[in-house]
C-alpha cells in the first residue's frame, strides 16, 4: 500500500540516521583525533558521502523496492550479489537497532539522573534499554505512513531543540562572549599538527555519523512515486544532516573553546547539545535536549526495525528466508514478525556485547556502533559498484560519470581500513573481528540462499 509521501521517506531516512543522537555523541571522538578542527572535517566528508549518496539515487531512480540493496543491488548485478549486499545491509540495521536501544538506555538515565539528583545502577539502563525496544516494535509494525509521522515528530523536535541552544550560543559568542572569554573565531579550525592516520580516523567517524541516510530505500514498495521521492529523499537527508553537524559542532567548538582544558571538556562531554545548553542558555533546557536524544534514540530504533522488516519481508517473498516473514499484517498491512525479528535479533547483539564489556553501557554502545560501522560500510561498497555498472552500461558521457562511484568504493576501503587499523587491545577488538568474521560470513550465506532459491525456481 503506497501511503508514504515524500516528507514520509524523508523522515525515515533521517530518523534511521539520528542526527540529535550522532550529534551529541559522535563528535567527541572526532575531537580526540583533530582538537577543535571537528566542522572542518565534516565538511570534508561531504565529497565521499556525495559519491555514496550518489550510488544510492541512480539506483533508486531504477526501482522502488522493499528490499533496499538486496533487490536494487540483484537486479543490477545478479541475486547472489543483491543476497550479500542484503545481509550486511539487514544485519547494520539489526546493530542499529541495538546500538540506539543502547543510547535510549543512557540518555533516557541521564535525564532522570540529572533531573532528580539521583544514581541510577547499570542494571537499570538496560532495562530501559530492552523497554524502549518494546515500544519502538510497537510503532514500527504500524503502516509506514503513520510511522513517518511519529519519526518527523520525534526527531524534528529534538533538532528543533537543538537549533535554539545553537542560536543562542552563537548570539552570545558574538555578543558579549563565552564564560571564560570563548569567542568566535574561525582560526580555531586548524588542522595544524594532525597527522594523516588522525584525520582519516575522524573522516571515518564523519562519515558513519551520517550512515542510514538511505533507510528509506527500503520503504520503496510503500512510497507514492518512489522512483522520485525515494532519491529524492535520500538527497534531502544527506544534506540536511551534515549542514545541522557542520553548524552544530562549529558553535559547539567556539562554545567550549580551544585551549587544552576545554578541548577536553569538549571530549568528556557525555552529550554535547546538552552540555552547550548548559552554559549558554539554561540547565532546563540541557536537560531537555539529553531528554530529546533519547527521543532520537527511539525515532531511530523505529526507523531501523522498518527499515529490517522490510529487507527481511523481501528475501521471504523470493524464498531466501522463512515464507512466514513475508506475511503482511491483514490489520496495517505491514511485515509486522519481520521488524519484530529485528528488534530481537538487536537485544542478541547487546545481551552479547554486554559479556566482554562488563555490561557498562558506555561500553556496548560503543561496541555494537563499531560492529555497525564495518557492516554499514560493506554494504555501501556494494551499492557503489553496482551503480557503477549501470553508468557504465549506458554508455557515452555516463559510462564516464561511472567513476564516481568508483571513486566512493575506493573511499568505502579506506574507511573499512581506518575501522580496523591499528586493531585495538581488550573488549574494543571484538567489534572489528566480529564485523569481518560477518562479512565474509554473510557471503557464504549469501551465496548458498540464493543458489537454493535459484534451484527450486529451476525445478518448478
Not at 574561525?186 to 592516520?197: I, K, N, P, R, Y
Not at 545541522?244 to 554535547?272: D, M
Not at 522488516?309 to 514478525?337: C, E, H, K, N
Given at each position: 500500500m503506497r501511503n508514504l509521501g515524500l516528507f514520509g521517506a524523508v523522515a525515515v531516512s533521517l530518523a534511521v540516521v539520528g542526527p540529535s543522537?550522532?550529534?551529541?555523541?559522535?563528535?567527541?571522538a572526532m575531537a580526540q583525533q583533530v582538537g577543535g578542527a571537528v566542522p572542518v572535517v565534516f565538511v570534508m566528508a561531504l565529497v565521499p558521502l556525495a559519491t555514496i549518496a550518489l550510488a544510492f539515487i541512480v539506483l533508486t531512480r531504477r526501482h522502488g523496492t522493499a528490499g533496499s540493496l538486496y533487490t536494487l543491488v540483484g537486479l543490477e548485478l545478479g541475486p547472489r550479489a543483491g543476497a550479500i549486499s542484503g545481509l550486511w545491509l539487514l544485519t547494520a540495521y539489526c546493530a542499529f537497532t541495538g546500538l540506539t536501544s543502547a543510547s535510549f538506555g543512557i540518555f533516557t538515565?541521564?535525564?532522570?539522573?540529572?533531573?532528580?539528583?539521583?544514581?541510577?545502577?547499570?542494571?537499570?539502563?538496560?532495562?530501559?534499554?530492552?523497554?524502549?525496544?518494546l515500544l519502538a516494535c510497537v510503532f514500527a509494525i504500524r503502516p509506514a505512513r503513520l510511522?513517518?509521522?511519529?519519526?518527523?515528530?520525534?526527531?524534528?523536535?529534538?533538532m528543533t531543540l537543538i537549533t535554539i541552544t545553537v542560536v543562542i550560543t552563537f548570539y552570545k559568542l558574538v555578543t558579549v562572549g563565552g564564560p571564560q572569554g570563548q569567542s568566535v573565531d574561525f582560526s580555531e579550525f586548524s588542522l595544524t599538527g594532525v597527522t594523516t592516520g588522525a584525520l582519516g580516523l575522524a573522516l571515518t567517524f564523519a562519515i558513519l555519523s551520517t550512515a542510514g541516510f538511505e533507510g528509506s530505500a527500503a520503504a520503496g514498495e510503500e512510497t507514492r512515486n518512489p522512483t522520485r521521492n525515494v532519491p529524492l529523499a535520500i538527497l534531502l537527508t544527506a544534506i540536511l544532516v551534515n549542514v545541522f553537524y557542520v553548524i552544530v559542532t562549529s558553535v559547539a567548538v567556539w562554545g567550549f573553546g580551544t585551549s587544552s582544558a576545554e578541548v577536553q571538556q569538549f571530549i568528556n562531554s557525555a552529550s554535547l547539545p546538552g552540555d552547550l545548553a548548559d552554559m549558554y542558555v539554561s540547565v532546563a533546557l540541557g536537560d531537555l535536549i539529553t531528554l530529546g536524544g533519547a527521543i532520537s534514540s527511539l525515532a531511530c530504533m523505529i526507523a531501523a526495525q522498518i527499515a529490517g522488516g522490510r529487507i527481511m519481508y523481501a528475501f521471504a517473498r523470493d524464498g531466501l528466508f522463512p515464507r512466514r516473514l513475508a506475511?503482511?499484517?491483514p490489520r496495517w498491512w505491514t511485515p509486522v514478525l519481520g521488524s519484530t525479528v529485528t528488534a530481537v535479533v538487536a537485544a542478541a547483539m547487546v545481551a552479547l556485547s554486554m559479556l566482554p564489556t562488563a555490561a557498562d553501557p558506555f561500553s556496548v554502545f560503543e561496541l555494537v556502533s563499531d560492529y555497525a560501522g564495518v557492516?554499514?560500510?560493506s554494504a555501501y561498497g556494494a551499492a557503489c559498484v553496482a551503480a557503477a555498472a549501470v553508468m557504465w552500461a549506458r554508455g557515452g558521457r555516463v559510462r564516464l560519470a561511472s567513476?564516481?562511484?568508483m571513486f566512493g568504493v575506493v573511499i568505502v576501503l579506506i574507511v573499512m581500513y581506518f575501522s580496523l587499523f591499528p586493531l585495538p587491545s581488550g573488549w574494543e577488538?571484538?567489534?572489528?573481528?566480529?564485523?569481518v568474521t560477518t562479512v565474509l560470513a554473510m557471503v557464504v550465506v549469501g551465496l548458498v540462499v540464493s543458489g537454493r532459491a535459484a534451484a527450486r525456481t529451476a525445478a518448478s
Amino acid at each position: 500500500m503506497r501511503n508514504l509521501g515524500l516528507f514520509g521517506a524523508v523522515a525515515v531516512s533521517l530518523a534511521v540516521v539520528g542526527p540529535s543522537m550522532s550529534v551529541s555523541l559522535n563528535p567527541q571522538a572526532m575531537a580526540q583525533q583533530v582538537g577543535g578542527a571537528v566542522p572542518v572535517v565534516f565538511v570534508m566528508a561531504l565529497v565521499p558521502l556525495a559519491t555514496i549518496a550518489l550510488a544510492f539515487i541512480v539506483l533508486t531512480r531504477r526501482h522502488g523496492t522493499a528490499g533496499s540493496l538486496y533487490t536494487l543491488v540483484g537486479l543490477e548485478l545478479g541475486p547472489r550479489a543483491g543476497a550479500i549486499s542484503g545481509l550486511w545491509l539487514l544485519t547494520a540495521y539489526c546493530a542499529f537497532t541495538g546500538l540506539t536501544s543502547a543510547s535510549f538506555g543512557i540518555f533516557t538515565v541521564g535525564f532522570v539522573e540529572a533531573a532528580f539528583d539521583v544514581t541510577i545502577p547499570a542494571g537499570i539502563t538496560f532495562l530501559v534499554m530492552a523497554a524502549g525496544l518494546l515500544l519502538a516494535c510497537v510503532f514500527a509494525i504500524r503502516p509506514a505512513r503513520l510511522a513517518g509521522h511519529v519519526l518527523l515528530a520525534m526527531e524534528g523536535l529534538t533538532m528543533t531543540l537543538i537549533t535554539i541552544t545553537v542560536v543562542i550560543t552563537f548570539y552570545k559568542l558574538v555578543t558579549v562572549g563565552g564564560p571564560q572569554g570563548q569567542s568566535v573565531d574561525f582560526s580555531e579550525f586548524s588542522l595544524t599538527g594532525v597527522t594523516t592516520g588522525a584525520l582519516g580516523l575522524a573522516l571515518t567517524f564523519a562519515i558513519l555519523s551520517t550512515a542510514g541516510f538511505e533507510g528509506s530505500a527500503a520503504a520503496g514498495e510503500e512510497t507514492r512515486n518512489p522512483t522520485r521521492n525515494v532519491p529524492l529523499a535520500i538527497l534531502l537527508t544527506a544534506i540536511l544532516v551534515n549542514v545541522f553537524y557542520v553548524i552544530v559542532t562549529s558553535v559547539a567548538v567556539w562554545g567550549f573553546g580551544t585551549s587544552s582544558a576545554e578541548v577536553q571538556q569538549f571530549i568528556n562531554s557525555a552529550s554535547l547539545p546538552g552540555d552547550l545548553a548548559d552554559m549558554y542558555v539554561s540547565v532546563a533546557l540541557g536537560d531537555l535536549i539529553t531528554l530529546g536524544g533519547a527521543i532520537s534514540s527511539l525515532a531511530c530504533m523505529i526507523a531501523a526495525q522498518i527499515a529490517g522488516g522490510r529487507i527481511m519481508y523481501a528475501f521471504a517473498r523470493d524464498g531466501l528466508f522463512p515464507r512466514r516473514l513475508a506475511v503482511l499484517s491483514p490489520r496495517w498491512w505491514t511485515p509486522v514478525l519481520g521488524s519484530t525479528v529485528t528488534a530481537v535479533v538487536a537485544a542478541a547483539m547487546v545481551a552479547l556485547s554486554m559479556l566482554p564489556t562488563a555490561a557498562d553501557p558506555f561500553s556496548v554502545f560503543e561496541l555494537v556502533s563499531d560492529y555497525a560501522g564495518v557492516m554499514i560500510v560493506s554494504a555501501y561498497g556494494a551499492a557503489c559498484v553496482a551503480a557503477a555498472a549501470v553508468m557504465w552500461a549506458r554508455g557515452g558521457r555516463v559510462r564516464l560519470a561511472s567513476i564516481v562511484p568508483m571513486f566512493g568504493v575506493v573511499i568505502v576501503l579506506i574507511v573499512m581500513y581506518f575501522s580496523l587499523f591499528p586493531l585495538p587491545s581488550g573488549w574494543e577488538l571484538v567489534a572489528p573481528l566480529a564485523g569481518v568474521t560477518t562479512v565474509l560470513a554473510m557471503v557464504v550465506v549469501g551465496l548458498v540462499v540464493s543458489g537454493r532459491a535459484a534451484a527450486r525456481t529451476a525445478a518448478s
